[in-house]
């Protein structure tokens, strides 16, 4: 993990990284695995921050619903 950005300064994810780092470290767990199940939102949080995953999936589900509503369509989900 770089904590530097492009432009110098500190790069766009690392306090989201800090944040799981943080949780690793004062974490009580036994093991490193129980560790990261225990920190598991806080790395959620980082790999949403570099990624988008959630922010793109959720853009297309209302792109489509706008189009469906536009066409007059309905949704078979109901």
């Avoid at 993990?1 to 800090?18: E, I, K, V």
């Amino acid at each position: 993990m770089a904590s530097m950005g492009l432009q110098g300064g500190t790069a766009r994810c690392y306090d989201w990284f800090m944040d799981f780092l943080k949780c690793m470290d004062e974490s009580k767990a036994p093991t490193l695995g129980l560790r990261r199940k225990e920190c598991a939102e806080w790395l959620e949080d980082y790999n949403e921050c570099l990624h988008h995953e959630k922010a793109t999936m959720r853009s297309h589900l209302v792109e489509r619903e706008r189009r469906r509503q536009e066409s007059g369509g309905h949704s078979s989900s109901h």
